[in-house]
Nanobody, 123 residues
Framework: VQLQASGGGLVQSGGSLRLSCAAS????????VAWYRQAPGKQRDLVAS???????NYAESVKGRFTISRDNAKNTVYLLMNSLKPEDTAVYYC??????????????????WGQGTQVTVSS
């Protein structure tokens, strides 16, 4: 299954964007899908994850503002981002993995990150 992230763009502070992670095949059998982001000069950080059962987890910095969801019929995972801040500016990536109750989300190491989608929030 290949993943393609899209939906990024330029938005003003306080605005909203919805990112899409479209899979080339079924995501029903994938344990979990997650969004990561990487700002210039910084490491790639986990933003949110969702399991096949619908369990969601979020980074503290986005709780209450971002919502991750999945549409198995469309083989797509979404990230709705509200109340965007300049510090949300980054390249956003989606990937597959496994969610462990004790350890949280762990990405599949065999999967490349792809190009991601750029989100820029102006102040």
């Amino acid at each position: 299954v290949q993943l393609q992230a899209s939906g990024g763009g330029l938005v003003q502070s306080g605005g909203s964007l919805r990112l899409s992670c479209a899979a080339s095949g079924s995501i029903r059998g994938i344990n979990a899908v997650a969004w990561y982001r990487q700002a210039p000069g910084k490491q790639r950080d986990l933003v949110a994850s969702i399991t096949t059962g619908g369990r969601t987890n979020y980074a503290e910095s986005v709780k209450g503002r971002f919502t991750i969801s999945r549409d198995n019929a469309k083989n797509t995972v979404y990230l709705l981002m509200n109340s965007l801040k300049p510090e949300d500016t980054a390249v956003y990536y989606c990937t597959t993995g496994v969610y462990w109750a004790d350890y949280g989300f762990r990405p599949d190491h065999f999967r490349s990150w792809g190009q991601g989608t750029q989100v820029t929030v102006s102040s």
